[in-house]
């Protein structure tokens, strides 16, 4: 079973919509993260969350929103999609160990397409 | 702008040493290099980190310098599933990824 899981897996909408993207996790880890692919491009960091009362921006945040429901779920929100928000996004969680090491576990992918 | 900085594209024989070298010159010492690759589209996969010795997992092993400005990657015996998008990281907890080493394993 995977350990952190993303869904819609693939999605197609059209500009204006409003969309979101759940990722949820087995691992019991407090650290969670979304990141946006473009292609040929590395990943970006939209947001990251440390615990449920703990939300933080990253590089690219302007027009995502972000929901940490549990301490297993975080939710991306586009509140009206645009197409250049088409991307692969990525979910990741990693263990709370302060400012030690910190390596990250990537959920599959959704691919959104914005028409 | 990525933090570090590594080759574009990198070939090698199936069954030989892959090497793979990445630049952090701008690294401060409490940030660890991690090492990820990316098959196709998906999901990053955690390889091996390291803060100033070297590591070995069962996957690959680590090389850092003594000034930690670089380090290198080495699959022992790459495979033709080794062919990937491998990631150099300088982070504490907030990765800057670049776009990392395309590496071709050839048959």
């Known amino acids: 079973d995977a350990d952190v899981t993303q869904t819609p897996r693939n999605r197609i909408t059209k500009t204006g919509k409003r969309i979101m993207l759940e990722c949820s996790q087995t691992k019991g880890h407090d650290r969670m993260y979304w990141y946006r692919q473009d292609p040929g491009l590395g990943l970006r960091l939209i947001y990251y969350s440390f615990d449920v009362k703990d939300i933080n921006k990253g590089e690219i945040s302007d027009g995502y929103s972000v929901s940490r429901q549990a301490q297993a779920k975080f939710s991306l929100s586009l509140e009206s999609a645009i197409p250049n928000q088409t991307a692969l996004y990525f979910c990741a969680t990693s263990v709370d160990r302060g400012h030690s090491y910190n390596e990250q576990f990537f959920g599959p992918g959704t691919r959104l397409t914005v028409l | ?107």
């Not at chain 2, 091996?48 to 003594?66: C, P, Q, R, V, Y």
């Not at chain 2, 790459?78 to 990937?84: K, P, Q, V, Y």
């Open chain 2, 1 to 107: 702008d990525a933090k570090t900085t590594q080759p574009p594209s990198m070939d090698c024989a199936e069954g030989r040493a892959a090497n793979l070298p990445c630049n952090h010159s701008t690294i401060s010492g409490n940030e660890y290099v991690y090492w990820y690759r990316q098959i196709h589209s998906q999901g990053p996969q955690y390889i091996i980190h390291g803060l100033k010795n070297n590591e070995t997992n069962e996957m690959a092993s680590l090389i850092i310098t003594e000034d930690r400005k670089s380090s290198t990657l080495i699959l022992p015996h790459a495979t033709l599933r080794d062919t990937a998008v491998y990631y150099c990281i300088e982070s504490t907890y907030k990765y800057i990824f670049g776009t990392g080493t395309r590496l071709k394993v050839l048959a």
